[in-house]
């Protein structure tokens, strides 16, 4: 199995700002994925974060919109940026070990 | 593409019910299958796989059978609890690409009643 630690577990944002989520793995994983899931919504993939490389992006999702570091093995970032009523999600991250994908607890985001 | 359907809920039971919820699958090739589920206010969590035709995954006393014949993978569980009450995603992923990506169901709410 794979501990993974995600901060915040919540947020109440403003709109216009940014908000950065935090995901850290117990041990070094090759890949990391974020998700979103929208209110009452399944789980849509933003994108694909490879350390040492730039994120793949999914369709309708932009790098200006969700920019991704990953600066090691075990750490990602995913930040929300310039936030609308929209964005009002769970956002989470993800990791591939030993061919399963274990998620984090999840950011719940809210935006006014 | 890939894609996944699974019954609309909330499913709601008593205690000790027999509960199933749907799951069928499109895939090209030979896709790994998963139940996932999600307490309230959690993330999710792997409950049960099956990697290949006819494999049945179990766990905590749910299971579920791989069926390639009617592209299905139906989630079972003899005797509900209350503790059960969440919400259920059936997803599958291919390997297609040299990694693994999920495609998931809608979901499908859980709600046992004491």
């Known amino acids: 199995s794979a501990v993974i630690s995600q901060k915040p577990s919540r947020d109440i944002c403003q709109r216009g700002t940014s908000l950065t989520i935090q995901c850290q793995v117990d041990s070094q994983v090759t890949m990391m994925f974020w998700y979103r899931q929208q209110p009452g919504q399944s789980l849509t993939l933003i994108a694909t974060?490879?350390?040492?490389?730039?994120?793949?992006?999914e369709s309708g999702f932009v790098i200006d919109k969700f920019p991704i570091s990953r600066p090691n093995l075990t750490f990602s970032t995913l930040t929300v940026s310039n936030m609308s009523p929209e964005d009002s999600s769970i956002y989470l991250c993800?990791?591939?070990?030993?061919?399963?994908?274990?998620f984090g607890s999840g950011t719940q985001l809210s935006v006014l | 593409g890939n894609s996944v359907t699974q019954m609309e809920g909330p499913v709601t039971l008593s205690e000790e019910a027999f509960l199933t919820i749907n799951c069928t699958y499109t895939a090209t090739g030979y896709p790994s299958l998963f139940w996932y589920v999600q307490y309230p206010g959690e993330g999710l969590q792997l409950l049960l796989k099956?990697?290949?035709?006819?494999d049945k995954g179990s766990n905590k006393g749910f299971e579920a059978t791989y069926r390639k014949e009617t592209t299905s993978f139906h989630l079972e569980k003899g005797s509900v609890q209350v503790s059960d009450s969440a919400v259920y995603f059936c997803a599958l992923s291919d390997f297609t690409s040299g990694y693994s990506t999920l495609t998931f169901g809608k979901g499908t709410m859980l709600l046992v009643s004491p």
């Open positions: 974060a490879n350390q040492g490389s730039e994120a793949t992006y």
């Open positions: 099956a990697t290949k035709a006819d």
């Open positions: 993800s990791v591939l070990r030993d061919r399963d994908m274990f």
